[in-house]
């Protein structure tokens, strides 16, 4: 069976280690994978590595861009033409729209859409999440199934009309987290910069994700320089990268807190390391499941997110939820809930990635 997967940005996110984590662990002898892409980054690096087929799109970009977008649509036509698959499945909000009229227009036999986090949660003017709203229920309505990671995301879905009976609620899936020494996984979380020396009294915090403003960074600097008012040391490392990065810098630098905040980009491996750390920031303005929410969880320490996360998390002790684009709230939840206990073992796992895999070839198979 051939797979066509089709994604915006072959970065490293969320949905880019979701397409990775599938096409890698299809069963060769049932699907052949091919992975269509726009923007260039490290999934469409790790992908011929691993031996998967890719394709780019040059014309598909993130940002709306009428000339491009309309080329770049005519690019995922031919590739699905050129391709014939049995299956395309979407990932990403501006691919999957695109994706889901071209795949109708070429009769792909079964049109997957997964939800990394519905677009019209973001913190934006009603006109343009009016917009997008259109967009997604438009692309609902052109898929034959649609997959969501996240409770929420499953509600909002069943929402929208005629979506209802399409929407698959299959949550993310994890391998074993095997989690570092706490000394040797804090100096490791580095990557190639020199760790900072410590204190006794040094508040651990850490972060991993694509550096965009939907990840509500800037508001977790502004609560460390606030808590460097206080007399209280922190530490915070901010593991990933983006197009946010510099600018996170130079707000760090403005605040006068650029030695205690540190930037090693992308580290391999980064979730072992999390044992390193006291608390783990998600201060994210538009979520849903992220793999480092559950990977932090795994690793048995305090995590300290915002309300936009999946309300389904709410109940967990070892989850601090406060809400979004405040600074001084989460300043206030660090200097408290980074002093609780850690888990005394890590949480069971969730969803085995090997539950994820089956049910998501089930939908392929069907």
């Known amino acids: 069976m051939k797979v066509l997967y089709l994604i915006t940005k072959a970065t490293w996110g969320g949905a880019q280690r979701y397409v990775f984590d599938l096409v890698t662990n299809l069963p060769k002898e049932k699907f052949e994978p091919v992975v269509a892409y726009g923007t260039e980054g490290k999934l469409a690096r790790d992908l011929p590595a691993a031996g998967i087929k890719v394709r780019r799109l ?3 970009a993130r940002d709306i861009a009428l000339f491009s977008d309309i080329q770049s649509f005519f690019e995922i036509l031919k590739v699905i033409r050129k391709n014939r698959p049995d299956v395309i499945h979407l990932n ?3 691919a999957a729209a695109f994706g889901a009229l071209a795949a109708r227009i070429a009769g792909v036999p079964k049109i997957i859409f997964t939800v990394h986090g519905w677009p019209f949660k973001e ?5 343009w999440r009016t917009f997008v709203y259109a967009a997604s229920w438009l692309t609902a309505l052109l898929s034959h199934e649609i997959v969501v990671v996240s409770g929420t995301d499953e509600r909002l879905g069943i929402r929208m009309w005629g979506a209802a009976k399409k929407i698959r609620f299959i949550p993310l899936g994890l391998e074993p987290l095997c989690t ?15 760790p900072t020396p410590l204190q006794s009294a040094t508040l651990r915090l850490v972060s991993i994700g694509e550096l965009t403003a939907n990840k509500g960074l800037r508001h977790a600097i502004a609560a460390v320089a606030l808590l460097s008012e206080r007399g209280i040391d922190t530490v915070y490392v901010v593991v990933g990268e983006g197009e946010e990065r510099d600018t996170l810098k130079a707000y760090s630098e403005k605040l006068s807190v650029a030695d205690h905040v540190f930037f090693p980009g992308f580290v391999a491996g980064a979730a072992q390391n999390l044992s390193g750390f006291d608390t783990f920031l998600l201060p994210s303005v ?10 932090a969880l795994a690793a048995g320490i305090p995590i300290i997110a915002t309300s936009v996360i999946d309300t389904d998390f709410a109940g967990n002790p070892l989850v601090h939820i406060i809400p ?6 989460l300043a206030d939840a660090i200097a408290e809930f980074s002093r609780i206990p850690r888990a005394q073992s890590n949480e069971k796992n969730r969803s085995p ?13 069907s």
């Open 123 to 127: 913190r934006k003017n009603i006109l």
């Open 58 to 60: 040059r014309s598909l």
């Open 353 to 365: 990635l090997a539950e994820m895999l089956r049910r998501t070839t089930e939908l392929y198979l």
């Open 324 to 329: 979004p684009a405040d600074s001084l709230v």
């Open 92 to 94: 990403s909000s501006k």
């Open 180 to 194: 570092l020494p706490p000394a040797q996984a804090f100096r490791a979380m580095f990557g190639s910069l020199k």
């Open 286 to 295: 538009k979520e849903g499941t992220p793999y480092v929410l559950l990977e």
